[in-house]
């Protein structure tokens, strides 16, 4: 399974910015799509999580109201919508995915990590 990350960079404290984390490989079923983030010198933390059946979502604290996980199933692609972006929100941001293969085994998929910076 592989995952591409995209849409990181630069903003300013108040800004906004959308990851993309499109997955592919030999899928039979994706479970659950988060995201996590890690800042330097700090473990990384979950951010959000989305199923992708059902389509429930969990949040950690620290967004909750500011960001928004979402899914596109037919593309395979998951989204994260921040707003109102703080300067404690700079981290690598990585994608997972929770994979069952098309050999039925399990995949915990993680992506390369996008670098998202918000300046003061």
């Known amino acids: 399974v592989q995952l591409v990350e995209s849409g990181g960079g630069l903003v300013q404290a108040g800004g906004s910015l959308r990851l993309s984390c499109a997955a592919s490989g030999n899928i039979f079923r994706i479970n659950t799509m988060g995201w996590y983030r890690q800042a330097p010198g700090k473990q990384r933390e979950l951010v959000a999580v989305?199923?992708?059946?059902?389509?429930?979502?969990h949040y950690a604290d620290s967004v909750k109201g500011r960001f928004t996980i979402s899914k596109d199933n037919a593309k395979n692609t998951m989204y994260l919508q921040m707003n109102s972006l703080k300067p404690e929100d700079t981290a690598v941001y990585y994608c997972?995915?929770?994979?069952?293969?098309?050999?039925?085994?399990?995949?915990?998929?993680w992506g390369q990590g996008t670098l998202v910076t918000v300046s003061a």
């Open positions: 997972n995915a929770k994979v069952t293969l098309a050999t039925m085994s399990i995949s915990d998929a």
């Open positions: 989305i199923s992708t059946g059902g389509g429930s979502t």
